[in-house]
DNA sequence: ACGAGTATTGCATATTTCTTCAATTTTTAC
DNA sequence: GTAAAAATTGAAGAAATATGCAATACTCGT
């Protein structure tokens, strides 16, 4: 089904860069990149893709993605990537700080979880994980990476960095 | 309000501990333990809590906390923690790794949080603190401690470690 | 190309969740 | 202690989301 995975995709996409609080929304922005579908199956894409309905800052709900699931992450064997992300700029970036072997990353709000999402699915060998807050994301960086190493790896994903 | 504050409680400890699906069955768990609401007002706890409504591995929804508690967590005195749940066995897990002095546990979609929250109760002292994502635990280590004593510890909660 | 099996979808509706409003209850400031 | 302000709650209904079913579209093997 091409239509149908374009049509994730695109959700994905709307999802990484707006805030979206209610499917009748999101099926707005769908409409507006041309895709024709009812909120039914836009429930159940939702669910197909894990999606879930956080509590925001200010007490809004919105839609966020959950991460993909993670296959492997250190090189070692099988190796057996999760899906390539499509190219995109990650937006909502703000700071990168290092302590140790943290980095400690600073987002718009809720733009956290979208940023670790790609760098969860870019699964560079110089991250050993991550986790996302609302505004904040800690990386792990792996024991042989240098700090200059993990920033030129998120460099590929967040413009200004 | 007291009784508003227990209640939160026994909705994080609930959603810990059980795989709830709906407001109402969580309503019916809370009943249990002699707490009278309506679904209105566990609607509105749910949001104060900032607890979603996620997808879970195989398509069944289910209610979890976002962020784990921020209970105390360096062995000094006076400070309550949640009950400590029953000893119980914690599944989901799917992988552990070090770098520096942290711990990165990867679980099943979902259970992190879970994860984290018995890691909190156990208040192991060679656990300074933990924070969880979706599927991703990042457990601080003691500095005095060494990471086999991080694994034997967890070994008492989580079985297949 | 054909048919069986599988997947996708819309419609209509069921189910679930959220919110408004008014009524308490609790807290705060004097 | 008392009055005003703030917080909590339930009832009811609005809003949002999920799903059974039937129709249609696609896939795969032959």
Redesign the pocket.
Not at 36 to 41: G, S
């Given at each position: 089904?091409k239509?149908?995975n374009s049509?994730l995709d695109a959700i994905r996409l709307i999802l990484s860069t707006q805030e979206i609080g209610?499917?009748?929304e999101l099926l707005n922005e769908l409409a507006k990149e041309g895709f024709?579908?009812?909120?039914?199956?836009l429930?159940?894409d939702?669910?197909q893709l894990r999606v879930v309905?956080t509590v925001g800052v200010q007490g809004k709900y919105r839609y966020v993605l959950t991460r993909p699931h993670q296959y492997r992450h250190d090189g070692s064997e099988g190796e057996m990537r999760p899906i390539a992300p499509a190219v995109m700029e990650v937006n909502g970036f703000l700071s990168i700080k290092f302590s140790g072997n943290i980095a400690v990353i600073r987002t718009k709000p809720s733009y956290a979880s979208t940023l670790a999402y790609h760098i969860d699915a870019y699964n560079f060998p110089e991250v050993v994980g991550t986790i996302a807050g609302d505004d904040t994301v800690m990386l792990v960086i792996s024991e042989n990476a240098t700090r200059g190493a993990v920033l030129k790896a998120l460099r590929s994903i967040i413009p200004n960095l």
């Open positions: 089904m239509i149908k049509r209610s499917q009748e024709t579908l009812t909120q039914a199956t429930s159940r939702l669910h309905k």
